[in-house]
């Protein structure tokens, strides 16, 4: 089945340094994105995602980057602020679309 | 629009006892799916539904039973709970785009199960 790997497990940055979380995965038919913010206790919350004929997708401080020829996509958060700390999942769809593989998710700390 | 929920919130059950989770959503989605997250294990796929009468088996479903009578609930069951079945679980919906491609799924609140 897909396999999503999330690096590194725990990033830490000085507030309004940049950060960026790297995801890989292993089925080339996997053709959706998204990444997820999930916040101590809360649920996860879709925050940007891209699909598989774009390269990059912003949203103000946050952008995807996707690479499907080295089947690999990065999250960039720019100016981080103490609330960007969180836990953040990447993920990608299998099976025809209609399930997401997770990656374990990535521990960012934000320095004031 | 109260999106999705899921009832209850906290339970604590004894090895052996039987529960029903239940998560509701209001948005006509056609997709819905039940987690567990554990500590260093991200999200896991326990079952999921991609329309009213229908289920299926995800990454971890032994243990668990689902059903999905209405398109707004889907329901997860623990016949005998077990140690290992303590966790967060998370149910999630979304909808099916135009042309078949995923879009993102909305996550409830999550119900924290320990079982002792």
């Known amino acids: 089945g897909e396999n999503v790997e999330q690096h590194p497990s725990t990033l830490s940055v000085q507030e309004g340094d940049s950060a960026v979380i790297k995801c890989t995965y292993s089925d080339s038919a996997s053709n959706y994105f998204p990444w997820y913010k999930q916040e101590l206790g809360k649920r996860p919350q879709l925050i940007i995602d891209i699909r598989s004929n774009v390269g990059e997708k912003k949203d103000q401080r946050i952008a995807v980057t996707l690479n499907k020829t080295a089947k690999h996509f990065s999250l960039h958060i720019t100016e981080t602020q103490p609330e960007d700390s969180a836990v953040y999942f990447c993920a990608a769809t299998l099976y025809g679309n209609n399930r997401l593989a997770f990656g374990k998710g990535n521990q960012v700390v934000v320095i004031p | 629009n109260a999106g999705v929920t899921q009832t209850p919130k906290f339970r604590v059950l004894k090895t052996g006892q039987s529960m029903t989770l239940l998560c509701a959503q209001d948005?006509?989605?056609?997709?819905m799916y039940w987690y567990r997250q554990d500590p260093g294990m991200g999200l896991r796929l326990i079952h999921y539904s991609v329309g009213e009468g229908t289920t299926a088996k995800g990454e971890v479903p032994d243990g668990y039973n689902v059903s999905r009578l209405k398109k707004q609930n889907f329901l997860l069951g623990l016949e005998s709970a077990a140690p290992s079945q303590t966790s967060v679980y998370f149910c999630a919906s979304s909808y099916s785009h135009r042309d078949r491609a995923h879009v993102g799924q909305y996550f409830g609140p999550g119900t924290r199960l320990t079982v002792t």
């Open positions: 948005m006509n989605h056609e997709y």
